[in-house]
């Protein structure tokens, strides 16, 4: 295990350059991200600067966290834009009033964090917080999309803006949407190139970069027009980035004239939601990717957030927040410690004031198709489908939420979509109002110690989002390291959010040594297969299997192999392939395993949960795949089906390092197969004549080596009972050769 690097002085001095190096990527990525979200949320300009730097200088000195990365984010853009609304009064100090209340909300972060209540983000209903971002994804698509297209909306309605972008489509100036297709399409397209020079730099520097020779090619020093197919289009200084040649000018100061206002406090209070959730998720969500697995503070975090929030509000800085992208380019790029978020503020500090003269020059489209891109990530067709697979109701908790909150505002969003969640846990639940309450508040749940220093947590009654705090007194009194069994076949309604919570729980105790189990589930039912999906109780001691885990069963019975449909959370083994290593796996079941008798093969077909992104940008995807134990040593390689547009890179990635394996003596295979691996003289020992014919006439499966197994599956889906069959005979015919060539 990895030597997990020292804290303080000690970690600032050991690890200064592995730090510093990460900090440039992620100053880079901050500078143009920074910009665009205070444009985007009515601010000027630098106030997103100044929060980047206030969240990296000062944070660090007082944060829970270990390795993430604090300042502006997108969740900000929709509470600064409702504070510059309402509390507009005509004296142009609306922004002044807005950063008064940034203040405020950062002393009341500190007061929770110091009270220890940092915890109380966990009771906010997972897909309600879902529809807040999609509400504040779609906000931000809809403000920004005309400042992409050189058009303008008027109304404060963020459905007639959006409805204001298809009318006026025809009057978009081509100048302006030129550059911002050019910044879309490398917005989509910078991952997948793979020549080197392009990754230089990150994307979203590249559409500020390449968004500046436009500038000089149409003039957009000079107010002028432009003629296109006919018509002319108004093209001047007015399109480009207006920043203070001193950073000391963009100073501002907050005005607390407005504190006794319902305006001031819906506003204090929308920022101090909206922050504090999202910088809690994102801190475990970071957790779960450090390499050193260090835990976040989430106490200690909220008072550090909380004081920076309120520096930056003092001297004219958005709110602060954990931000997983940037966070995520820090661990990615090799930083260790805390010290590269100090870096990375500084660092931009010194890029604003070298580069101000060049940030001048980039048009405002730049930066709001880099929020236009986010924007519709937030609330894209993928995310609804993501919900609905997680039960109907979620959907509904999701879409109320979201609709409530594009026609009100974020905290009559947030407590309307809560209150949507409990009356529909209500009706589900089928009890009377103060029944429901006696069953999540005094339900007899109980945590018992066995004998042998194992614990029993029996969870009974109505375990939804209002009983999270309670669950987590009883959690607490467990060590770490002890084996947990979690007992949940006494509960009348098992929430999402409370299956997110012991879900998470059970993987941090799986960390520390211990090895918890979650049953009682059998006789509950949900409207979806997704294992964390609401669950009612049919008073049933016995489960009913569904079709598909039917045939299955019937298969076992018939060959002699072992079946089992649970929830099995012991997944560590798969992560030792490589296509798991950065897709972080949750759980499988429907598990199906048996032995190659005559040739000591055992194998395992299995569903596998596993995700990809972080946090509220992740996405779940279900698999079935084929693991076959293997009685040798092979290769570590991974064998994919090799694409056109594989091919066509191919000369171009060979200059990165990257290389596909080729036979020469067989190029049908080759052209069929991208086969990597650092060992290429190994890889090409093990690819003899006969396992080359083998993959040649066989389904062409992605299949991978850890160099004591192999990982087979088809396509990112569940697989049908013929499919499965196709597996063993698949996995035994290429166990028998494997055998044969020892």
């Known amino acids: 295990m990895e030597v997990i690097p020292k804290k303080g002085f000690k970690g600032l001095i050991e690890n200064w350059q592995s730090d510093l190096i990460a900090a440039v990527s992620v100053s880079l990525i901050a500078l143009p991200l920074s910009l665009g979200i205070a444009l985007a949320a009515g601010a000027p300009a630098m106030s997103g600067i100044i929060s ?50 940034v203040v405020v909300s950062g002393a009341i972060q500190v007061l929770l964090g110091l009270l220890k209540l940092g915890r109380l983000a966990d009771i906010f209903h997972s897909s309600v917080i879902h529809g807040i971002l999609a509400a504040i994804g779609i906000i931000i698509f809809a403000k920004q999309i005309h400042v992409a297209m050189g058009t303008h909306s008027d109304s404060p309605s963020i459905i007639q803006n ?15 949407v030129i550059i911002a297709l050019v910044g879309l399409l490398l917005l989509l397209f910078h991952s997948k190139i793979s020549y080197r020079f392009f990754h230089f730099l990150p994307a979203p520097m590249w559409v500020i970069a390449l968004s500046i020779p436009f500038v000089y090619f149409f003039n957009f020093f000079d107010q002028h027009t432009l003629s296109f197919f006919g018509k002319a289009y108004d093209v001047g200084p007015n399109l480009l980035l207006d920043i203070p040649d001193n950073i000391m000018d963009s100073i501002m100061h907050p005005n607390f004239g407005k504190i006794n206002t319902i305006e001031f406090w819906t506003t204090v209070f929308s920022i101090l939601i909206i922050t504090s959730i999202e910088s809690l998720a994102i801190a475990k969500a970071v957790d779960k990717i450090d390499p ?17 929030t309120m520096a930056a509000g003092l001297i004219g800085g958005l709110p602060i927040i954990a931000v997983i992208i940037r966070s995520t380019v820090n661990i990615h ?21 070298v580069l101000s003269p060049i940030m001048r020059q980039v048009p405002l489209c730049a930066f709001a198709i880099l929020l236009v891109y986010t924007g519709f990530k937030l609330a894209s067709p993928a995310v609804f489908k993501q919900v609905y697979s997680q039960g109907t109701e979620q959907l509904i908790f999701f879409v109320g939420t979201m609709v409530l909150t594009l026609y009100t505002n974020l905290l009559i969003g947030l407590l309307g979509g809560l209150l949507l969640a409990m009356l529909s846990h209500m009706l589900l639940a089928r009890v009377s109002i103060p029944r429901f309450f006696r069953m999540v508040y005094k339900s007899g749940s109980e945590l018992v110690k066995k004998p042998d220093g194992s614990y029993d947590l029996n969870i009974k009654g109505i375990a939804n989002f209002l009983g999270i705090l309670k669950i987590d007194k009883l959690v607490a009194q467990i060590p770490s390291g002890a084996d947990v069994n979690i007992d949940l076949s006494e509960t009348r309604l098992v929430g999402m959010t409370y299956m997110d919570y012991i879900v998470d729980y059970l993987k941090i105790q799986k960390d520390t040594g211990g090895k918890v189990i979650i049953n009682g589930l059998d006789s509950h039912v949900s409207s979806s297969s997704h294992n964390r999906a609401l669950k009612i109780s049919l008073n049933s001691s016995t489960a009913k299997l569904a079709p598909r885990q039917k045939r299955l069963q019937d298969l076992a019975n018939e060959k002699d192999y072992k079946y089992a ?19 972080p796996i949750e759980r499988k079941s429907n598990c199906l395993k048996g032995t190659f008798k005559d040739l000591d093969v055992s194998w395992e077909i299995a569903d596998v949960t596993f995700s990809e992104g972080a946090a509220f940008t992740a996405e779940t995807f279900n698999t079935t795949l084929m693991v076959l134990k293997l009685n040798k040593k092979i290769p570590v390689f991974t064998m994919e089906k090799e694409g056109v547009l594989e091919r066509l890179f191919d000369r171009v990635m060979a200059y990165t390092g990257y290389k596909d394996i080729d036979f020469e003596m067989y190029p049908d295979f080759s052209r069929k197969f991208l086969i990597m691996g650092s060992k290429e003289s190994e890889i090409r020992s093990f690819f003899t004549d006969e396992i080359i014919r083998f993959f040649e006439n066989h389904q062409i499966y992605h299949l991978e080596s850890n160099g004591e197994a192999l990982v087979i599956f088809d396509k990112i889906k569940l697989a049908r009972t013929d499919e499965t069959i196709a597996f063993i005979d698949y996995g035994k015919e290429l166990a028998t050769l494997l055998d044969e060539t020892k």
């Open 333 to 353: 790029n090799g930083a260790k410690t805390k010290w590269s978020n100090m870096y990375q503020g500084l660092l931009l500090l010194l890029f604003i004031v």
């Open 565 to 583: 449909h649970q929830v099995d959370w012991d997944t560590k083994y798969l992560k030792n392939f490589h296509f798991f290593e950065i897709r």
């Open 52 to 101: 980047a730097i206030v969240g990296g200088v000062v944070t660090t000195l007082y944060r829970g966290g270990h390795i993430s990365v604090n300042g502006p984010a997108k969740g900000v853009i929709a509470v600064i834009l409702l504070g510059i609304t309402i509390m507009d009064d005509g004296s142009g100090q609306a922004f002044n009033y807005v950063l008064a209340a």
């Open 162 to 176: 959006l409805i204001d972008a298809v009318v006026l489509l025809p009057q978009a100036n081509p100048f302006v």
């Open 292 to 308: 050193y697995k260090r835990k976040t503070d989430l106490n200690k975090d909220l008072t550090g957030i909380g004081l920076s």
